[in-house]
């Protein structure tokens, strides 16, 4: 199992991104998929979660209406459009499977990209 996040960089408030997560080693169509952030001495947190079939997405209140989260099974990747950045949308963005509880897969995390919002 592997994921490779892409697409951070730094960006002025009120900018935009698009990252990209490419999975590999697991069937990428049967599984629900999420976007986690951590930020500099805080916990990492859930930003959006989308389910198999794509037609369902939760985002975490602090990025409603800013965030759009898309997947292409095609290409096992998934995808976070990022609009209306904030200084506090500064960390380290992840995505993961949405594991079953206890499988040990929930233990694989990629090395994340950057997004840095600032003048």
């Known amino acids: 199992v592997q994921f490779v996040e892409s697409g951070g960089g730094l960006v002025q408030p009120g900018g935009s991104l698009r990252l990209s997560c490419a999975a590999s080693?697991?069937?990428?169509?049967?599984?629900?998929m999420t976007w986690f952030r951590q930020a500099p001495g805080k916990e990492r947190e859930i930003v959006a979660v989308?389910?198999?079939?794509?037609?369902?997405?939760v985002y975490r209140d602090t990025v409603k209406g800013r965030f759009i989260m898309t997947r292409d099974d095609n290409k096992s990747t998934v995808y976070l459009q990022m609009n209306s950045l904030k200084p506090e949308d500064t960390a380290v963005y992840y995505c993961?499977?949405?594991?079953?509880?206890?499988?040990?897969?929930?233990?694989?995390w990629g090395q994340g990209t950057q997004v840095t919002v600032s003048s």
């Open positions: 993961k499977a949405a594991w079953p509880k206890g499988d040990e897969r929930g233990d694989v």
């Open positions: 080693g697991f069937t990428f169509s049967n599984y629900a």
């Open positions: 989308i389910s198999r079939a794509g037609d369902n997405v």
